[in-house]
C-alpha cells in the first residue's frame, strides 16, 4: 500500500476497505448502518460512500422505505468491477465457474473427460480455455472481465520447478512452462493449487472448520488426500508433496511405488488409499456381499442392513482410524475434517466409528467431524481462493 502509515491517505484506505469487506459480508447496505458497523461518523461515512461510488467500486441499489423520515439509499459493492474463474482439473474432466466480485457464480461449464483422453497431452491450455470461454459466454462476459484464475488438480506442483507431482492420472498436466501458457491464453494471473487444500479453504471459510487455524482435512475419494493447516496456512513441504497421505504406508496396504513425478500411466497404488479410496470401500463391501456402482451407494446399501453393513462401516472406520492416527501423532491438530464421496456418504455414523476407534489411543484427541460445505468443495475452494486475492487488489484504494 503507498503511503506512510498514519497519513490521511492510508487511512481513508484502511476505512475504504474496512467499508467494503462489510458490504460483502452483509449485502447492501444503508450509510446509517455502514457507520455504525465501521464506527465512522455519518459525515465520514457519507464521503467515503461518495469516494467509493465514484471510483466505481460501490453502486446504489434502491433504498429503504416504511419507516419514519426520508428512504435511505442502500449501497452495495459493483459486483460488474471483477471477476474471477475457478476450475477443477481431474479425471472426470475440466469443469469452470466464473464468478463477480461479490461471490456470486454467473456461469459454468464443463469439458468431458472423453475429450481429455483424445487431446490433453497437448493441448491442456487450450482446453483450460475452452471451459473457462464456456463459463464466461454462460455469464455474458467477454475475457477481459477476468482478473484471476485459480485451478485445482490433484497432486501437488513442486515449488522449485513448477513441475505437477502425485498425479500421473492426469496427463497433459506436467509441463514446467504450463502455468505460463496457461496465463497467457488466459489472460489472467494463474495459481494451480492441490484440490485437497482448495477444499480446506472452503471448510474454513463456510464449513466446518471455521473459527479453526490448525486442522486436518482427510479426503477420502477416488483419490485420498489431506490438507494440513496450521496457524491458518497450508503446509507444503519442501517439493509441494505435505499432505500426500494417499502413498502413506499402513499395515494391511502394499507400498505405494513408481515414484511422485510420474506423468504418465495409472497410479501406482499402495498405501492409504488402498484402504479407504471409493474403489476400496466397493471391494470392501463386496467382501460381506455388498455390489454397488459407487461407493456412495455402497455405504448406503450397508447403513440399511444391520449386522453385515454395521461390519463394512466398522471396518472402513478402523481403516480411517489408522490413517489419522498417523497423522495426528505427527501435527497435534485440533480439528480433523472428515470429506470426500467416502467420508460424506458414510455420514455421522461413520464419524462416530472413527472417533470411537481413536479415543482409546494414546494420542492427542482432536475434534472429528464431518464436512458441513454443500455442492463442490475444491471448486468452492478455488473461488475462495481467487476472490481473496482479487480483492486485495481491486479494493485497494491507496
Given at each position: 500500500?503507498?503511503?506512510?502509515?498514519?497519513?490521511?491517505?492510508?487511512?481513508?484506505?484502511?476505512?475504504?476497505?474496512?467499508?467494503?469487506?462489510?458490504?460483502?459480508?452483509?449485502?447492501?447496505?444503508?450509510?446509517?448502518?455502514?457507520?455504525?458497523?465501521?464506527?465512522?461518523?455519518?459525515?465520514?461515512?457519507?464521503?467515503?460512500?461518495?469516494?467509493?461510488?465514484?471510483?466505481?467500486?460501490?453502486?446504489?441499489?434502491?433504498?429503504?422505505?416504511?419507516?419514519?423520515?426520508?428512504?435511505?439509499?442502500?449501497?452495495?459493492?459493483?459486483?460488474?468491477?471483477?471477476?474471477?474463474?475457478?476450475?477443477?482439473?481431474?479425471?472426470?474432466?475440466?469443469?469452470?465457474?466464473?464468478?463477480?466480485?461479490?461471490?456470486?457464480?454467473?456461469?459454468?461449464?464443463?469439458?468431458?473427460?472423453?475429450?481429455?483422453?483424445?487431446?490433453?497431452?497437448?493441448?491442456?491450455?487450450?482446453?483450460?480455455?475452452?471451459?473457462?470461454?464456456?463459463?464466461?459466454?454462460?455469464?455474458?462476459?467477454?475475457?477481459?472481465?477476468?482478473?484471476?484464475?485459480?485451478?485445482?488438480?490433484?497432486?501437488?506442483?513442486?515449488?522449485?520447478?513448477?513441475?505437477?507431482?502425485?498425479?500421473?492420472?492426469?496427463?497433459?498436466?506436467?509441463?514446467?512452462?504450463?502455468?505460463?501458457?496457461?496465463?497467457?491464453?488466459?489472460?489472467?494471473?494463474?495459481?494451480?493449487?492441490?484440490?485437497?487444500?482448495?477444499?480446506?479453504?472452503?471448510?474454513?471459510?463456510?464449513?466446518?472448520?471455521?473459527?479453526?487455524?490448525?486442522?486436518?482435512?482427510?479426503?477420502?475419494?477416488?483419490?485420498?488426500?489431506?490438507?494440513?493447516?496450521?496457524?491458518?496456512?497450508?503446509?507444503?513441504?519442501?517439493?509441494?508433496?505435505?499432505?500426500?497421505?494417499?502413498?502413506?504406508?499402513?499395515?494391511?496396504?502394499?507400498?505405494?511405488?513408481?515414484?511422485?513425478?510420474?506423468?504418465?500411466?495409472?497410479?501406482?497404488?499402495?498405501?492409504?488409499?488402498?484402504?479407504?479410496?471409493?474403489?476400496?470401500?466397493?471391494?470392501?463391501?463386496?467382501?460381506?456381499?455388498?455390489?454397488?456402482?459407487?461407493?456412495?451407494?455402497?455405504?448406503?446399501?450397508?447403513?440399511?442392513v444391520p449386522g453385515t453393513g454395521d461390519n463394512v462401516l466398522t471396518d472402513l472406520a478402523r481403516r480411517i482410524a489408522l490413517g489419522l492416527a498417523a497423522v495426528v501423532a505427527v501435527v497435534d491438530p485440533e480439528l480433523v475434517v472428515l470429506s470426500g464421496e467416502v467420508c460424506r456418504a458414510g455420514g455421522e455414523r461413520l464419524r462416530e466409528l472413527?472417533?470411537?476407534?481413536?479415543?482409546?489411543?494414546?494420542?492427542?484427541?482432536?475434534?472429528?467431524?464431518?464436512?458441513?460445505?454443500?455442492?463442490?468443495?475444491?471448486?468452492?475452494?478455488?473461488?475462495?481462493?481467487?476472490?481473496?486475492?482479487?480483492?486485495?487488489?481491486?479494493?485497494?484504494?491507496?
Amino acid at each position: 500500500m503507498a503511503g506512510i502509515p498514519g497519513t490521511p491517505r492510508v487511512l481513508r484506505a484502511m476505512n475504504d476497505r474496512a467499508a467494503l469487506d462489510l458490504l460483502i459480508a452483509h449485502g447492501p447496505l444503508t450509510r446509517t448502518r455502514l457507520g455504525e458497523l465501521t464506527g465512522l461518523s455519518k459525515p465520514t461515512a457519507s464521503q467515503l460512500l461518495g469516494r467509493l461510488e465514484a471510483g466505481g467500486l460501490v453502486v446504489t441499489t434502491g433504498s429503504v422505505t416504511g419507516r419514519p423520515g426520508p428512504s435511505a439509499r442502500l449501497y452495495e459493492v459493483n459486483p460488474a468491477v471483477a471477476h474471477v474463474a475457478a476450475l477443477v482439473a481431474d479425471e472426470n474432466g475440466i469443469t469452470a465457474a466464473v464468478a463477480d466480485i461479490t461471490g456470486r457464480i454467473a456461469g459454468e461449464h464443463h469439458v468431458e473427460a472423453d475429450a481429455l483422453a483424445e487431446e490433453v497431452r497437448t493441448r491442456t491450455p487450450a482446453l483450460v480455455a475452452e471451459a473457462v470461454a464456456g463459463a464466461l459466454r454462460g455469464a455474458g462476459l467477454g475475457w477481459d472481465a477476468l482478473h484471476r484464475t485459480v485451478i485445482g488438480t490433484p497432486g501437488a506442483l513442486d515449488p522449485r520447478t513448477g513441475t505437477l507431482r502425485y498425479a500421473p492420472h492426469l496427463p497433459g498436466w506436467h509441463s514446467r512452462t504450463l502455468r505460463a501458457e496457461l496465463a497467457e491464453v488466459l489472460g489472467t494471473p494463474v495459481v494451480i493449487e492441490n484440490d485437497v487444500n482448495l477444499a480446506a479453504v472452503a471448510e474454513q471459510h463456510g464449513g466446518a472448520a471455521q473459527g479453526f487455524d490448525d486442522f486436518v482435512l482427510l479426503w477420502a475419494d477416488e483419490g485420498v488426500g489431506a490438507a494440513i493447516v496450521l496457524g491458518g496456512k497450508p503446509l507444503r513441504g519442501a517439493t509441494g508433496g505435505a499432505g500426500e497421505v494417499g502413498y502413506m504406508p499402513l499395515p494391511g496396504a502394499p507400498l505405494a511405488r513408481g515414484g511422485p513425478d510420474a506423468t504418465i500411466g495409472p497410479d501406482g497404488g499402495g498405501g492409504f488409499q488402498m484402504l479407504v479410496s471409493s474403489p476400496a470401500v466397493l471391494g470392501l463391501a463386496r467382501t460381506y456381499g455388498i455390489d454397488a456402482r459407487t461407493a456412495a451407494e455402497a455405504l448406503a446399501r450397508a447403513a440399511a442392513v444391520p449386522g453385515t453393513g454395521d461390519n463394512v462401516l466398522t471396518d472402513l472406520a478402523r481403516r480411517i482410524a489408522l490413517g489419522l492416527a498417523a497423522v495426528v501423532a505427527v501435527v497435534d491438530p485440533e480439528l480433523v475434517v472428515l470429506s470426500g464421496e467416502v467420508c460424506r456418504a458414510g455420514g455421522e455414523r461413520l464419524r462416530e466409528l472413527v472417533a470411537a476407534e481413536m479415543s482409546g489411543l494414546a494420542l492427542p484427541r482432536p475434534q472429528l467431524r464431518l464436512s458441513t460445505v454443500d455442492g463442490a468443495p475444491i471448486l468452492n475452494g478455488a473461488l475462495r481462493t481467487a476472490l481473496a486475492a482479487t480483492r486485495d487488489t481491486v479494493f485497494d484504494t491507496a
